[in-house]
């Protein structure tokens, strides 16, 4: 009885403080747009050749909730389940002419932590970004190990950081948010034999509708 009371309290408060505009509580969701992009490092070394930059980008969902706290200048952090990939082309032999187009797929826990300022019905915000790996495809794991010391069961990384930078608009319960996402740290990240390292860090735009529930 008393967990019922207080759930009913912590109901009626946050209504309350909804209803200051203070506080807002939605769900969300939309697409992605992502690319993957290689390190520096490849460049350094004969292995590289093996290895071509893909510009193909990949179509994945998001969605998830969202919380605002303030008016005209607010902070927002979310908690959001997305798919993202890219593409990457692999050269047998660093020939053009035997090209392997590698299709990329992984799927992550993301907590953005954005500072936003609103005017009128428009809203600008960006903040950073921390993203936690939950599924993988094992495409790309296959397809450069032959070239990997140990093998590339590891090559995507656990968690990785970034930001996101972007506008939206409010129409009553309505929210539509378009941003851009880029990578701080790596995606991804293989060893070689000749301790050269495989990177790659990864872009995204967003385009997600969100629906305020308090």
Do not use: C, H
């Amino acid at each position: 009885m008393k967990k019922t009371f207080g759930f009913l309290a912590l109901f009626m408060l946050l209504t309350m403080v909804s209803k200051a505009q203070f506080f807002t509580l939605g769900i969300k969701g939309g697409v992605n747009l992502s690319q993957l992009k290689l390190g520096n490092e490849l460049n350094m070394n004969s292995i590289g050749a093996n290895f071509q930059q893909s510009l193909d980008t990949k179509t994945g969902y998001v969605g998830g909730v969202y919380m605002r706290i303030g008016n005209k200048v607010f902070i927002q952090p979310e908690f959001l389940l997305s798919a993202k990939g890219g593409s990457l082309n692999i050269l047998k032999g660093g020939s053009t002419a035997d090209k392997q187009t590698v299709d990329i797929e992984y799927t992550n826990i993301d907590i953005p932590v954005l500072l936003g300022f609103r005017m009128g019905p428009f809203r600008i915000n960006g903040g950073p970004l921390a993203s936690f790996n939950v599924s993988k495809g094992a495409t790309l794991n296959e397809s450069i190990k032959a070239y990997t010391q140990n093998g590339a069961e590891d090559a995507f990384k656990k968690a990785s950081y970034g930001y996101q930078v972007g506008g939206g608009l409010d129409l009553g319960a309505l929210s539509l948010d378009v941003r851009y996402e880029g990578s701080l740290s790596d995606v991804t990240s293989a060893q070689f034999a000749n301790d050269m390292k495989f990177t790659q860090k990864g872009n995204l735009w967003q385009l997600t509708l969100g629906l305020k529930i308090l």
